[in-house]
């Protein structure tokens, strides 16, 4: 009698075919990466000869651009600059950035009319002023405080999933407590009247002024509630400094003196409990007193620079400051690289255009 087995099927995997598939898969994403490389390479070859191929043009252009840029410096009239620091004691900073926006509009209107009468200046004035602008007084370390108090104040959940980056680049400028405002004029006027109107415009704004008030109020009632309180432990001090002397002149029979001591635990922690609370409750008042300080306005003039200003001939490309000297000999290479730019897109563009 002969018995056959059945083959069964192997349950153990082919390692072969295993390393074989994990290579292939390591072998296409080299290949991958590479030609991405090279990719860039040929697109970095390509920008290098495109440079070589119009260089003259280029520099031309630059050149024109620096001419024109000498010849502007000389015959344009000087442009002056008068600065204001303003500090916000309310978030202000929207309706601030939001007033030297229609004062820009009314320039570019050219309602020099309107202009003057808003900021209480005289027509021949408003007629003079070429712009406004703001911009935020802040420093790396303000940014970083900011931050803290706003990760301080999210549960933890939420705190880890904010990153500071991210942070930075969605805060607004105008929420920045410290602004710095800007005119600029044909002539060396004071602006000093000017700064003035435009800060006591957001200081006479209703909706502030009535939380402001709804402010003082609150504090004022805290701080008289603070101070009846001080007189109150005032006179518990006194009541409490003659039981202890009492005490001590039954005890001893000898001369009647102040103690701050007392006989047993329960004397000293009361009495140092009375101590302690008086100290918190003065550094309370100071704090109270501060914060009515600080919202008697709800902005602040804290420095005025240059009220008569001065020459600032600078003009702003890509985020950069620049004289007019070399204003225009980048924005002119600028515009003549985007424009050959332009032109060789098309011309890749024609290569591919469908013959009919």
């Keep these: 009698m002969s018995t056959t087995s059945n083959p069964q099927p192997s349950e153990e995997v082919d390692l072969g075919q295993l390393f074989q598939m994990i290579g292939n898969g390591f072998r296409r994403l080299f290949q991958s990466i590479g030609s991405i490389f090279k990719q860039l390479f040929l697109a970095f070859v390509w920008f290098v000869f495109f440079l070589k191929k119009r260089a003259i043009i280029l520099l031309i252009a630059a050149a024109v651009g620096l001419a024109l840029g000498l010849v502007l410096n000389k015959t344009s009239p000087p442009?002056?600059?008068?600065?204001?620091?303003?500090?916000?004691?309310?978030?202000?900073?929207?309706?601030?950035?939001?007033?030297?926006?229609?004062?820009?509009?009314?320039?570019?209107?050219?309602?020099?009319?309107?202009?003057?009468?808003?900021?209480?200046?005289?027509?021949?004035?408003?007629?003079?002023?070429?712009?406004?602008?703001?911009?935020?007084?802040?420093?790396?370390?303000?940014?970083?405080?900011?931050?803290?108090?706003?990760?301080?104040?999210?549960?933890?959940?939420?705190?880890s999933k904010v990153e500071y980056e991210a942070f930075i680049d969605n805060i607004e400028d105008y929420k920045h407590r410290n602004q710095q405002i800007s005119i600029k004029s044909t002539t060396r006027a004071n602006f000093k009247a000017v700064f003035t109107n435009i800060v006591d415009n957001i200081n006479s704004n209703s909706f502030f002024k009535n939380e402001q008030a709804k402010d003082i109020f609150e504090l004022e009632e805290s701080k008289a509630a603070i101070e009846q309180a001080l007189v109150q432990s005032d006179?518990?001090?006194?009541?409490?400094?003659?039981?202890?002397?009492?005490?001590?002149?039954?005890?001893?029979?000898?001369?009647?003196?102040?103690?701050?001591?007392?006989?047993?635990?329960?004397?000293?922690?009361?009495?140092?409990?009375l101590y302690l609370n008086d100290i918190r409750l003065r550094k309370e008042l100071v704090d109270i007193n501060r914060r009515l300080n600080d919202i008697e306005n709800i902005v602040d003039a804290i420095?005025?620079?240059?009220?008569?200003?001065?020459?600032?001939?600078?003009?702003?490309?890509?985020?950069?400051?620049?004289?007019?000297?070399?204003?225009?000999?980048?924005?002119?290479?600028?515009?003549?690289?985007?424009?050959?730019?332009?032109?060789?897109?098309?011309?890749?563009?024609?290569?591919?255009?469908?013959?009919?």
């Design 79 to 159: 442009i002056y600059k008068s600065s204001i620091s303003v500090k916000q004691n309310y978030p202000t900073g929207e309706n601030l950035y939001g007033s030297i926006e229609y004062y820009n509009g009314l320039l570019k209107d050219r309602d020099y009319e309107v202009l003057g009468r808003v900021l209480g200046i005289g027509e021949d004035v408003s007629n003079e002023i070429v712009g406004f602008s703001i911009e935020p007084i802040i420093t790396d370390n303000d940014r970083v405080v900011m931050f803290d108090q706003y990760i301080t104040e999210l549960d933890s959940l939420a705190a």
């Design 235 to 273: 006179s518990l001090q006194r009541t409490y400094k003659r039981v202890l002397e009492q005490q001590t002149d039954a005890k001893s029979g000898a001369e009647i003196g102040i103690t701050f001591e007392g006989d047993n635990d329960i004397d000293k922690t009361r009495e140092y409990d």
């Design 303 to 356: 420095s005025s620079k240059q009220e008569s200003g001065f020459v600032d001939n600078t003009k702003e490309l890509l985020g950069m400051k620049l004289s007019s000297r070399t204003y225009y000999p980048y924005l002119f290479f600028l515009l003549a690289f985007v424009a050959l730019l332009g032109m060789e897109f098309f011309k890749f563009i024609d290569k591919y255009k469908p013959e009919q």
